[in-house]
């Protein structure tokens, strides 16, 4: 079965400056996507960047970026410049690939709590 | 904005209770899924339905149920309701229910059994 871990439950970093959230993720299929998904305060469920695994390129964002390391099995969060409304809750999500069962479901990481400071 | 709605925002009620909640898709998705997500914990899928047909079932309780109406509008049941089925419940929609569409998150309701 597929799992999605997060291994920094907390981070926090002053405004401007860059962090990155890890996520690793253990699956056997060659073809999957990935997500990062922000919950703000108000506890909306947003879409911040989705990678596939067959690209090799990184996916990027405007001030969102991500480290894809397919072999490692890693998908990074970068922010850049991060900002005050960046405070939010990061969650990694992993989906399989189209099959005969049908199951889409996204697997989810417990999530990082990232603080921006002023 | 996502573009799909979810009623009521917050419920409140009892153990023993039953309530029912609601999720309307972005416009033109014919796949909803059912999320639970517990105090600062991840998402734990439910259910999915495309266009009115159970598709897959994750870790949902026997006391819960749903299902999607023709007009793909959907509705999750929560029944004898316990203290531990506090939570927040999300639905998100896709176009045609297959892995590589990014699911649309609804804002939520927020359930308290007391």
């Given amino acids: 079965a597929q799992t999605v871990t997060q291994s920094q439950p907390e981070m926090s970093v002053q405004e401007a400056e860059t962090v990155t959230l890890s996520c690793t993720y253990d699956t056997s299929e060659s073809n999957y996507y990935l997500f990062w998904y922000k919950q703000p305060p108000s506890r909306q469920m947003i879409l911040v960047i989705r990678q596939e695994a067959y690209k090799q390129q990184n996916a990027t964002e405007n001030r969102f970026s991500v480290n894809f390391q397919k072999a490692a099995k890693s998908f990074s969060l970068k922010i850049s410049d991060s900002q005050l409304g960046d405070t939010a809750m990061y969650f990694c999500a992993f989906m399989k690939p189209e099959s005969m069962d049908s199951n889409y479901q996204l697997i989810w990481g417990a999530g990082t709590k990232l603080i921006i400071k002023p | ?114």
């Fill in chain 2, 1 to 114: 904005d996502s573009g799909v709605t979810q009623t009521p925002k917050h419920l409140i009620t009892a153990t023993g209770q039953r309530v029912t909640l609601r999720c309307s898709p972005r416009s033109g998705d014919l796949s909803v899924y059912w999320y639970q997500q517990s105090l600062d914990q991840g998402l734990q899928f439910l259910i999915q339905y495309y266009n009115g047909e159970e598709r897959a079932k994750g870790n949902i309780l026997e006391r819960f149920s749903a299902q999607q109406f023709p007009d793909l509008h959907s509705e999750l049941n929560l029944s004898s309701l316990e203290l531990g089925d506090s939570a927040l419940y999300f639905c998100a929609s896709t176009g045609a229910g297959r892995p590589q569409e990014t699911q649309y998150f609804g804002p939520g309701t927020r359930l308290l059994v007391l």
